[in-house]
């Protein structure tokens, strides 16, 4: 109950096309969904986040999209550019008691120019 | 402003020896957490650190420890390395403990060989 499922495991997109990252959870208390990206030889940096009261919440070129009832949610990266190419996280976490961040397995994404 | 800083960057050690790894969170954050990423993996949650109490830990042994001292700054300490706790140790901050969740930001990491 405690996992987060991440998916694909590698997505190769073209320049200026639509990054799609699935995220798929079973703890219905988790109730904060961030993503975070990593470069190599880099920690994790956040990207965006989202709590289940909202459907989507956009910064940017991110989008993050939320279905309670599915207990899915997913990263949507609008005109992907080559910098982006990175190691993308999914997470999730309750809000009671330690702050502790469950991590996808990762996305490793590259953008062809 | 500057970041979360980890030291050292990068550590070898041999099976059975003791390694102690710092952090400094952001300023003015109170929160510090510990987190354990293998090759090819997400981070796995190890410990969470509040106003200087233990607030969470996760399911690693007992030889993994950790303290948070009055300046907010934390140590993870490992005793008895094994093999298999190569890894890039993570360290996160957050301004506070709750109650809705907190952002946590990353520090680059300690990476750690073990021979």
């Known amino acids: 109950q405690q996992q987060v499922k991440q998916s694909p495991q590698s997505l190769i997109v073209q320049k200026g096309g639509i990054s799609i990252i699935n995220c798929a959870y079973e703890n219905t208390a988790f109730d904060y969904f961030p993503w975070y990206q990593q470069f190599p030889g880099k920690g994790p940096a956040l990207l965006i986040a989202i709590r289940p009261d909202v459907s989507e919440k956009k910064e940017g070129r991110f989008t993050i999209s939320f279905n309670k009832s599915a207990k899915q949610f997913s990263l949507h990266i609008m005109d992907s550019q080559p910098g982006d190419s990175a190691t993308y996280f999914c997470a999730a976490s309750k809000g009671q008691g330690a702050q502790k961040l469950v991590f996808g397995q990762g996305t490793r994404l590259t953008i062809n120019p | 402003d500057a970041g979360v800083t980890q030291s050292p960057t990068h550590l070898i050690k041999t099976r059975g020896q003791h390694v102690t790894l710092r952090c400094s969170p952001i300023s003015g954050h109170k929160s510090v957490s510990w987190y354990q990423q293998v090759l090819g993996q997400g981070p796995q949650f190890i410990f969470q650190?509040?106003?200087?109490?233990?607030?969470g830990r996760g399911n690693f042994p007992d030889r993994f420890s950790a303290r948070q001292f009055p300046n907010y700054s934390s140590e993870l300490n490992v005793n008895a390395l094994l093999l298999g706790d190569s890894a890039l140790y993570l360290c996160a901050s957050s301004p506070r403990q709750g109650p809705l969740n907190q952002p946590q930001h990353f520090g680059d990491g300690t990476r750690l060989s073990i021979l």
């Open positions: 650190y509040y106003e200087k109490e233990e607030r």
